[in-house]
């Protein structure tokens, strides 16, 4: 079933209203975070952030308005952080690391919204997995070129694979693995990087120095 959303507010205009939609927006990831879209309420929201329901109201419909919100403001943080960690880099394998290394230190930072997106948030409405699919195209838009100066045939595909790869990676890390056997996001980099360019029999082999625990 869609869920509808309310009339969008308009944005805001002035520096304190932006401030007061900050706000919003962080008091708005914490809850979801905590309580998962279907338990969050707009009531907690804006009790965390301090603000009145009617301040709410003046920047987001309804809840389905400040989760997607939500989902933009992350996916532009995100596509930031590859952006500048990468820009400069002009080794083609140094740049996909780092910009591996950028996105697992994402996942890290904002590991349980970044599961509550995956497990509950693409299921509420087409949009939201409309936005999650364009994060995903633009990734691999800005992974494509890394690709070709690397001798990649069909770089679309293989940026995909990386992106795909990358996220279920950052998943079992952080929400299968004990504390004491996860990676920091550079070593997680790393080897992502060689599994997916050099494949699991060349990097992983059993005793080498990227063996599994290492």
Not at 55 to 64: E, I, N, Q, S, V
Not at 65 to 72: D, H, K, N
Not at 98 to 107: I, Q, V, W
Not at 137 to 163: N, R, V, Y
Request: hydrophobic share 40%.
């Amino acid at each position: 079933m869609s869920v509808i959303s309310r009339a969008e507010a308009p944005p805001p205009a002035t520096a304190r209203q932006l401030v007061r939609r900050g706000e919003l927006l962080d008091a708005g990831r914490r809850i979801f975070e905590r309580d998962g879209y279907h338990g969050a309420t707009v009531s907690a929201i804006v009790a965390l952030a301090g603000l009145s329901q009617g301040a709410f109201y003046l920047y987001f419909g309804d809840k389905k308005a400040i989760f997607s919100a939500l989902q933009e403001e992350m996916a532009t943080l995100l596509r930031r952080r590859i952006y500048w960690a990468t820009r400069d880099e002009p080794d083609p394998g140094r740049r996909l690391r780092a910009g591996l290394r950028s996105f697992f230190e994402f996942y890290e930072e904002y590991r349980d919204y970044n599961r509550r997106l995956s497990i509950e948030g693409l299921g509420i409405d087409e949009s939201f997995e409309a936005r999650q699919r364009e994060l995903h195209e633009t990734l691999a838009a800005a992974f494509g070129p890394t690709f070709q100066q690397l001798g990649i045939a069909t770089p679309a595909l293989a940026a995909f694979g990386l992106i795909g790869m990358a996220s279920q990676l950052a998943y079992w890390q952080h929400f299968h693995l004990p504390a004491k056997e996860r990676r920091t996001p550079d070593r997680l980099a790393q080897a992502c990087a060689g599994l997916f360019l050099e494949g699991a029999q060349s990097h992983f082999a059993e005793g080498g120095s990227n063996a599994a625990g290492q």
